[in-house]
């Protein structure tokens, strides 16, 4: 009863703003009052109609047909043309490595390298060198250790990688420094730790590591050092024509030489 109150008082409202038949008013034309007349018809649709919706800059109809891309789109920032990517072919992941600093051990350029110490001097960083090394056992990583405390050389080799004096453990993937065992541990907990041990491609005469695949090597029992074949660990090898020997050139400070089936 309100509503329809409401729409009389509104066509009254309305049909009075017209300007009257008369004298005095300005001659109008028949077909103009007859579309008013139509309009301000008493018919429920006339305050039911709504204004039809313009389509938005930018936003497309669900049916509408994709958009073609720009040929201005398809460049760099230096301005060269960029193929575009083909239809249904996802772009390939950036290697993980790229965001750690590129240092290269002697070999590693392929594989996984741990530079480690077995000695029991500093216990933190003895446990550390143990947990690093279990955590890549029981993740099934192939990975060459390097015992700093069996062969100098190998210490003067990290210094030499890192540019400082760093301590063991010590993690490179596929020639990058991934770090020490505080950052191995934070990167296993996350979650990334993984993908950035993945097996690289190796060359076809490349000989995979025989460690870190969860038995002991036959040759070192998994000490990576033997015992040097020409000095017998004595450090010296002698001539017969001398009375006294000279120093091995095969072997470290040791009389060991790293284990061959281990490399």
């Given at each position: ?55 938005t ?55 996984v ?8 001097g ?12 279990a ?19 190998l ?68 000490l ?40």
């Amino acid at each position: 009863m309100i509503i329809k109150t409401l729409k009389a008082r509104i066509l009254r409202a309305l049909k009075s703003s017209l300007p009257a038949a008369g004298a005095d008013s300005p001659p109008t034309k028949p077909a103009a009052a007859s579309v008013h007349a139509d309009a301000f018809s008493d018919d429920a649709s006339f305050f039911d109609a709504r204004e039809p919706e313009t389509p938005t800059k930018g936003r497309r109809h669900p049916s509408s047909s994709p958009e073609p891309l720009d040929a201005w789109e398809l460049v760099d920032q230096d301005g060269r043309a960029v193929p575009a990517p083909p239809a249904g072919d996802p772009a390939p992941a950036p290697d993980p490595l790229l965001g750690f600093p590129a240092r290269c051990p002697p070999g590693g350029e392929r594989g996984v390298v741990l530079y480690t110490t077995t000695l029991r001097g500093v216990r933190r960083t003895f446990e550390d060198c143990n947990g690093v090394r279990a955590l890549l056992e029981n993740l099934a990583v192939a990975f060459q250790e390097r015992d700093v405390s069996m062969d100098r050389g190998l210490r003067d080799q990290l210094w030499a990688v890192t540019g400082e004096k760093a301590v063991p453990p010590r993690l490179f993937a596929r020639g990058r420094d991934v770090g020490g065992a505080a950052q191995v541990l934070a990167l296993h907990e996350e979650g990334r730790l993984v993908p950035l041990l993945l097996p690289s491609v190796a060359a076809p005469d490349e000989k995979p590591p025989a460690a870190g695949r969860g038995g002991k090597c036959e040759a070192c029992g998994g000490l990576r050092f033997v015992v040097c074949g020409e000095c017998d660990g004595s450090r010296k090898v002698f001539d017969g024509g001398r009375g006294g020997g000279a120093r091995c050139r095969g072997c470290n400070e040791n009389g060991l030489v790293m284990c061959p089936l281990c490399l």
